[in-house]
């Protein structure tokens, strides 16, 4: 329209339209509670109930995800720089929904608010978490993904990933706490093909990985607060390498016949078993030191090689186990009180 000045984004290279009163376009525009993009589901009268899409609905959220999803389908947009709001995917209607793209990949982006994501029958082969920030609940339930990755990311709530059919591959490395209060992030419920850990040097991390089925499991080169494996089925592989942490559990894992298993270069203040290594034909515990504390309970050790084992300076606690056919290389056992 004659006399009309379309103003663009001032964010450096993004030629889309301001929004509203501000200088910058929907995506890069500020989102707090001042302006409205952040909603207070208790000040407004509601529960918060994450599964309630009137949780944090207002139409400029709606807005938002509307206009993404129209930007992703017509090119490969890029969203460095993004502020995405709230998102649940029982708020939006199908057309505007994101798992109707292909692949959903967010990088450089800040996540103001919860981020709330169910594939159900969605196929999404790709979905991706680049160098962003969370200042939200990030939870993410999947089926039909060949590959999930967070990678790089700042988190100042924990994390939850699930899925309800096999997900070829999931990929976590490079995470940290936003401040120094510790945070639990959780892989739960899941069948994977492979999970992979690696590369996070944060101390007010932890990982518990829990109930999942895994063809292979991988960490590797982590430096956090604590790992803990609970009642997993691991089929192929589970490695545990380069790690420097303050606590390690493994209770009640099931490991095929074949499964292979190596633990190497662990320096852990605490080390708790509570595993049945009987049925596996492949168990390595190499260089591996204990400082304050290792418990055993229930544990079969029958075919598992221990080489290079420190337990000298920690307080021990064997309970109900056996080491029948266990080959017992070189450890340093110190003082034992066993049950």
Known sequence: MKGVIIKECSYKDCDLEVFKQENKCIFHCEKTLENGWI???LKNGLTGDPHDKYAKYTQQVELFWKEFVGQVSKKNVDTRGFILPYYNTRM???EDDIRNLDEIKFRNCVFVDQFIFESENFENPVIS????????????SLSKVKYLGLRNLK??????ISTEEDVKHIEIMAIETMHEEPLIHKVVYCSVDKLEVWHIL??????????CKIGEL???????SQI??????IYKIIEIVDILIFGLSLEKNTYATDTNI???NIHTDHLMLEENFSNTKKTRFYDIKVLQAFTCEDCDFKNVYFNDVNIELANKRIVRTTFIDAHLNSIEWGGILMR
């Open 92 to 94: 939006v209607d199908f």
């Open 228 to 233: 803990m494996l609970v009642e997993n089925i």
């Open 155 to 160: 988190f100042n709530a924990p994390f939850a």
């Open 202 to 211: 944060d101390s007010n991390s932890s990982i518990r990985i829990s109930n």
């Open 218 to 224: 991988k960490l590797s080169d982590l430096n956090i």
């Open 129 to 140: 978490f680049v160098e962003s920030s969370f200042y939200g609940e990030l939870r993410l």
């Open 262 to 264: 190596i633990f190497k």
């Open 39 to 41: 909603i207070d589901p």
